[in-house]
T-cell receptor
Framework: AQSVTQLDSQVPVFEEAPVELRCNYS??????LFWYVQYPNQGLQLLLK??????LVKGINGFEAEFNKSQTSFHLRKPSVHISDTAEYFC????????????FGKGTLLTVNP | GAVVSQHPSRVICKSGTSVKIECRSL??????MFWYRQFPKQSLMLMAT?????????EQGVEKDKFLINHASLTLSTLTVTSAHPEDSSFYIC???????????????FGPGTRLTVL
């Protein structure tokens, strides 16, 4: 079985400050990891994904994440946030298999204040 | 590329009626489609997985007779909420994965969601 824990349900920051959204996972097999962003009343947009290779993954909108196998973490970071980054962020894991099911964390609401 | 649409974007219906939600992959062939339910300020809960031409596989606790899923073609899946009740009110999101999308291995592409309100 696989599971995802997002340690912070809400993260308030000021504009232009750095931010880190934490994600830990558990799985008995190799994993594929994803970060999605959801704006109000919209679907999910992929920010970045880790499938294999380099543990530092760069995504859209200036976000990046680092896969740490020993700590089973996949934290999302941005060096300088904008008001427009205010949204819900979901970490998700897929352990492969024929059905490619995703397991989502509970989400972190990032609020960027002026 | 890799666009998924949903229709309608929001629907209001009376208790006891049935509602159909469509999910379409616009520029790729969706071999697998997923239906999720999301309650306010909560995460996505997978309801079912459907492969084109096969019966859907429902997650534990999801009533298959209540939530009918059809994936009759490689670009269309439908979710029908039968005899809807107020507790079925939620945000329903579909996603799709498939062939012909460059660099998309193991990635699901999400629709914009459908807000269902049952009065």
């Amino acid at each position: 079985a696989q599971s995802v824990t997002q340690l912070d349900s809400q993260v308030p920051v000021f504009e232009e400050a750095p931010v880190e959204l934490r994600c830990n996972y558990s799985s008995s097999v190799s994993v594929y990891l994803f970060w999605y962003v959801q704006y109000p009343n919209q679907g999910l947009q992929l920010l970045l994904k880790y499938l294999s290779g380099s543990t530092l993954v760069k995504g859209i909108n200036g976000f990046e994440a680092e896969f740490n196998k020993s700590q089973t973490s996949f934290h999302l970071r941005k060096p300088s946030v904008h008001i427009s980054d205010t949204a819900e962020y979901f970490c998700a894991v897929n352990s492969g298999g024929s059905n490619y099911k995703l397991t989502f964390g509970k989400g972190t609401l990032l609020t960027v204040n002026p | 590329g890799a666009v998924v649409s949903q229709h309608p974007s929001r629907v209001i219906c009376k208790s006891g009626t049935s509602v159909k939600i469509e999910c379409r992959s616009l520029d790729f062939q969706a071999t697998t489609m997923f239906w999720y339910r999301q309650f306010p300020k909560q995460s996505l809960m997978l309801m079912a997985t459907s492969n084109e031409g096969s019966k859907a596989t429902y997650e534990q606790g999801v009533e298959k007779d209540k939530f009918l899923i059809n994936h009759a073609s490689l670009t269309l899946s439908t979710l029908t909420v039968t005899s809807a009740h107020p507790e079925d009110s939620s945000f329903y999101i579909c996603s799709a994965r498939g062939t012909g999308v460059r660099g998309s291995y193991n990635e699901q592409f999400f629709g914009p969601g459908t807000r269902l309100t049952v009065l």
